[in-house]
């Protein structure tokens, strides 16, 4: 991806978004700040070997495909009375204390190029407030992209001892794409980014997940990030099956004694689809537990880039953090790779990670097809059953059945 603007990026297309949203003064403020910065920030960091990025993130052409002042979706957003599910110009309006303290207190609106631009030119968002003592289940925001480009923004706010199960879609519709200047575009190419901030209150839990299931057209860009008071839970679950390259960071910042976070995470690649998934938990806190599990399928000449880092502070007593990644090629010009790391600075903890890159194994795969079951359907049975132990994971019905049916059209074509 290139760092240089798109020609008709400025500062003026930022206020008309902002004013388009009914936003205060201090929100545009923080808008332009971003799109001033945009020039001296770099992209986000991938995984790298000597001489080699795994990720190229530097030839994405974003004249090509920011179009600021024409995002267009269909956005679906539910939950129930006792919860507050608000488009974000409803939020400012009815919540503008409390979203001017959460804005930007996770993900650093400057913390590089690409949450910068999302920051100066995000159009559509939801904020999901859950009062103290709520439990509440079904809150669903369903997002359909249908315009060359589109910057969405996500917060959601728990108070004490609240609970909330979130389920965030993303898909692509029909759209009449042009090239930004009122001409035709010489290709179908799309642009999705995503930011995603949660503050978990004391005692509170957050079951957040999302089924990123855009066309195969669209390059996309996610940071997911939440942050835990004291004996909160965060649970993440990731399911990205969709877009050409996914660059997606989920993490969780433990800053409560006591608190917890899961990541869960499944995606199946195909054709040349390539997949960077960047998994982070910072345990700043005592008496702090984590547990990431990812599953992911690689076919054709699909790509993976996983990096898991489990980061213990010196201050955090008493710490348990575990991480599994495991990835399965299906064909012989599909990769893979797997970077899991431990930065431990407490002696107080056990922790551990592994990751493994494979193929279906050939001895369970006799041991099918020796009574009777045809090659194809065995090797689909156990590719399945892979997933098995990350769709268990899933209290959410509706994403736990949309993966499994999306895993089993894959296998079927």
Known sequence: MSTQLHANLTAEQVRQISDGLGEPEWMLEIRLDALEALGSLEMPKVIRTPGRDWTNLHDLEFERLVDPLNA??????????EVEVL??????????????????SI?????????????????????????????????TVRTEMNSRSLFNYTLVVTEE?????????????????SDGTGGEAASDERYYSGIVEIAAGENSYVQYGTLQNLSRETYGFSAKRGETDTYATIDWIEGNMGTQLTKTETSTLLSGDSSETRIVGAFFGEDDQHFDIDLKVWHRAEHTTADLV???????????VYEGVQDVGRDAWDTSSYQRENTLMLSDESE????????????????????TVGQVDAEDLLYMTSRGIPPRQARNMLVEGFF???LEEIEVDELREDLEGIVADRLRN
Do not use: C, M
Not at 87 to 102: D, M
Not at 113 to 139: H, I, K, N, W
Not at 294 to 304: H, N
């Open 388 to 390: 098995v132990p990350v």
């Open 87 to 104: 488009g974000w110009e409803e939020a400012i309006e009815s919540h503008e204390e409390l979203v001017r303290e959460r804005f930007g």
């Open 161 to 177: 001892s609240s609970s909330v199960t979130i389920l965030e879609r993303q898909s692509t519709g029909e759209t009449d794409v």
């Open 72 to 81: 267009a979706e269909r956005k679906d957003q539910v939950g129930p009375d």
């Open 294 to 304: 990812t599953r992911g399928v690689t076919d054709d000449v699909a790509r993976s």
């Open 107 to 139: 993900v650093d609106p400057q913390e590089n190029y690409l949450t910068a631009l999302s920051t100066a030119l995000f159009s559509t968002g939801t904020v999901v407030y859950v009062p103290e003592g709520v439990d509440a289940e079904d809150v």
């Open 336 to 355: 893979a790779d797997a970077s899991p790391k431990l930065i431990i600075n407490n002696h107080d903890t056990e922790a551990s990670h592994s990751a």
